[in-house]
């Protein structure tokens, strides 16, 4: 009886075809040379590079590798390189880390759960070749599944080209004979059937009068020389149903020594109908890109969302046309950065994205979550602004009806079904409580600033105009109150700027528009922690609201503006935990409903109780420290209350300001969110060092959490995680965006 031989694929000579290309992060060439030697051993081909240090990782990761293996490296952390690698969405590589001297086996699942392949031990050698060929193979798949979706673009682009050139007789050519042909190219040469023209020579139909000209530039075509490839020539064929000259094209095939020829046969009189089959066919492909997605990523429920133009600038159209082309090509590139997922294009106007879950809960909390989108937005061409204005619906896919056939009719049902207006229970309350909460002020720095010059100034108690809607109740005793000093301060009130009277239109017409950008967090890369800022458009420019000086002295506009952000953005934190329960909210407010809005602590107990989420503490009210810092003792009670009531408390620009420490002794906080000064200090050693000894003279005073911010390119974030700082935030990560989404939620 002959023996049996038992296979293991991974260890097959296949995987060996190829050459291996290994990136090596590791301080000692002893080890590296033991890993290369364990390759050559196995007759194993491996291209190594050895590096060990931060500024040769970024540069490698815009490089090729089919696996990473992690030692230890003189400035890169194990977790940092695992970060950058998560935060960039153009990498995937499997990364191994090799023991390390102080490794405990119950460390295993917090490594593989940060993002790390396996831990390897260099040890055993034999079982780390295996790890290394599984984490090789792990590799190779995903190298070929980008390869095989990219294939397939490949190929639905060249059967749109084909079917947009329906006008067009086509065929493929291999070393100079016919191989296929459309009906088009048959009925041009007089053929009936295909059988008729395979195997016949390219020269036999063609038959050009200028035949050497024509064996001339096909050889160079044959080579892969297309720079010639469009021409026209006169035939000698008889059978031939079209006026000389034939305008002819070849093209490159997806078939291995393969050319496409295609024949012009088209009218002037024939465009128009054209035009429609070229807009059939973006259609049909789109089917074919959304169709593939669905059944090789199921899901138990889809969506289909469809974007379009609510409408479009009156000046566009008088642009320069590369504005317009820019315009088109910014509106896809928005629907893909807010979206976070594929941008399928059914026309030039028209986009559709798939939303997919585990349950139809959760989808209408993905759906509803796009309502954020069709706010008046901004799109940046050339250093001028346009506006755009979205139009979003949804229709619901059922896989079993999904067709080629009916989904023109889906499409359509997108198109008319506008994202529901409807609000959730949770979301009427939430607005009910803005509306039944009155402002009552207390006069604990009410009073404006007075920056009116004396000779603009009315005595007349007749001019006094009503600065807010003050309660009875809300004047309480000692207070004093200078009433000259309040009419000189209100009068700047009664001639309001131009900025405030349209921030105060966009408030009433619901057009603020709460921008969301997400945290790292260094010991927890699944955080869904998301930091609140706000803004309006103003002749067309985007203005934040922190920004705007004419704010501080507008209290009640300045109260009613925080109440609204607030309770818009516990209507996306209450929708959005349909989908994380454990998100959270740092929302930015101001001085003035900090210290003159006496109801502020009922409202925040009155939206946590609706926001229903199962954390402690889902809502962090972050102040500027200046703020602050203006007034500590007061700012030291006030905070106390709404800590009492449920909330937590961030401080923004933290170490802005000489009184940065006093404020740490003094106020009760959870976050600190540092300064943009510091991120500059990422960019040298001395500078960073300087940083790092900043950071540990807080940590003496007292032990809070700190972020990092507008850490918006790779260097920054690498470098960042060099200094002891948990939370990371930048456009390298995330981008701000205008509704909540998760960005590793690839």
């Known amino acids: 009886m002959g023996s049996l031989e038992v296979r293991n694929l991974l260890l097959s000579k296949k995987l060996k075809l190829s050459e291996t290309r290994l990136l090596i992060i590791d301080d000692n060439q002893i080890r590296y040379n033991e890993i290369a030697s364990i390759f050559q051993s196995k007759n194993h081909p491996v291209q190594a590079l050895l590096l060990d240090e931060l500024k040769g990782f970024e540069k490698q990761l815009n490089t090729t590798w089919d696996l990473i293996i992690f030692g230890r490296a003189y400035d890169i952390k194990i977790e940092q390189a695992i970060a950058l690698i998560q935060a960039s969405s153009d990498i995937d590589i499997p990364v191994l880390f090799l023991k390390p001297d102080d490794y405990q086996n119950e460390q295993y699942l917090s490594y593989i759960q940060k993002g790390i392949y396996d831990v390897v031990n260099l040890e055993y050698i034999e079982r780390f070749y295996i790890s290394l060929v599984r984490a090789l193979s792990y590799s190779r798949t995903l190298q070929a599944k ?45 053929l009936s059937h295909i059988d008729d023209i395979i195997g016949l020579p390219v020269l036999d139909i063609l038959q050009p009068k200028n035949i050497n000209d024509f064996k001339q530039r096909f050889k160079k075509i044959s080579q892969g020389q297309f720079d010639l490839a469009r021409f026209e020539i006169d035939t000698l064929n008889s059978n031939a149903k079209s006026e000389n000259p034939l305008k002819i094209e070849f093209l490159p095939s997806d078939e291995e020594d393969t050319i496409q020829l295609t024949i012009e046969t088209q009218s002037n009189a024939t465009q128009a109908a054209d035009s429609a089959k070229k807009s059939i066919a973006a259609v049909a492909s789109s089917f074919q890109q959304i169709h593939y997605a669905l ?6 429920v889809n969506a289909l969302v469809l974007f379009s133009f609510a409408k479009c600038p009156d000046d566009l159209f008088t642009s320069d046309w590369k504005v317009v082309i820019e315009y088109f090509s910014g509106f896809k590139k928005f629907i893909k950065e807010q979206t976070n997922t594929t941008v399928h294009q059914i026309d030039k106007m028209l986009y559709a994205i798939v939303l997919q879950a585990e349950s139809e809960t959760i989808l209408e909390s993905k759906i509803h979550g796009l309502h954020a989108l069709e706010k008046p937005q901004l799109l940046d061409i050339n250093n001028k602004t346009y506006p755009l204005n979205l139009k979003i619906g949804y229709s619901n896919i059922q896989l079993d009806q999904f067709t080629e056939a009916n989904f023109s009719d889906i499409l359509k049902s997108a198109y008319d079904n506008r994202l529901a207006k409807k609000d959730s229970a949770s979301d009427l309350q939430l607005a009910a409580t803005l509306q039944d909460t009155k402002i009552e002020l207390s006069l604990i720095d009410a009073v404006p600033k007075i920056i009116a010059e004396p000779t603009q100034i009315e005595t007349s108690m007749d001019a ?18 200078n009433i000259e000093a309040q009419t000189n301060a209100t009068k700047l009130t009664f001639q309001e700027s131009s900025i405030l009277t349209q921030l105060t239109q966009s408030l009433e017409k619901g057009e603020i528009q709460l921008k969301y950008q997400q945290l790292y967090d260094k010991q927890d890369s699944s955080l869904n922690t998301y930091e609140v800022s706000s803004g309006f458009i103003f002749e067309n420019q985007w203005k934040k609201i922190s920004n705007l000086i004419d704010l501080d002295d507008d209290v009640e506009l300045s109260i009613k503006l925080d109440r609204w952000i607030l309770v818009e953005a516990c209507k996306q934190l209450h929708n959005f935990i349909t989908q994380y329960p454990e998100a959270k909210l740092i929302v930015n407010l101001n001085r003035h409903v900090l210290f003159n809005d006496k109801q502020f602590p009922e409202l925040i107990a009155k939206l946590l109780t609706i926001v229903g989420s199962r954390l402690s503490h889902p809502l962090i009210l972050q102040f500027d420290e200046e703020d602050i810092a203006k007034s500590l003792l007061e700012s030291q009670k006030q905070i106390k209350v709404l800590r009492e009531y449920g909330a937590d408390i961030a401080i923004r620009r933290f170490g802005s300001s000489i009184s940065s420490e006093a404020v740490l002794r003094q106020i009760d906080v959870s976050l600190l969110m ?73």
């Open 295 to 300: 059944v090789h990523q199921p899901a138990k």
């Open 674 to 746: 540092l300064d943009e000064k510091f991120t500059e200090k990422l960019s040298n050693d001395k500078t960073m060092a300087e940083f790092q000894h900043t950071l540990e003279s807080y940590n003496a005073i007292k032990p809070v959490e700190m972020l990092l911010k507008n850490l918006n390119d790779m260097n920054a974030f690498a470098n960042a995680w060099n200094v002891d700082v948990r939370f990371l935030q930048g456009e390298y990560f995330q981008k701000k965006l205008d509704h909540l989404t998760d960005v590793q939620d690839q």
């Open 146 to 190: 980008n390869h095989l979706v990219n294939d397939l673009e490949s190929a639905k682009n060249q059967a749109q080209a084909l079917a947009v050139e329906q006008h067009k007789a086509v065929a493929l050519i291999q070393e100079g004979i016919h191989t296929e042909a459309n009906v088009e190219y048959l009925k041009l040469f007089g």
């Open 464 to 481: 006094i105009p009503t600065l807010v809607n003050i309660e009875p109740q809300a004047i309480e005793a000692p207070v004093q109150f």
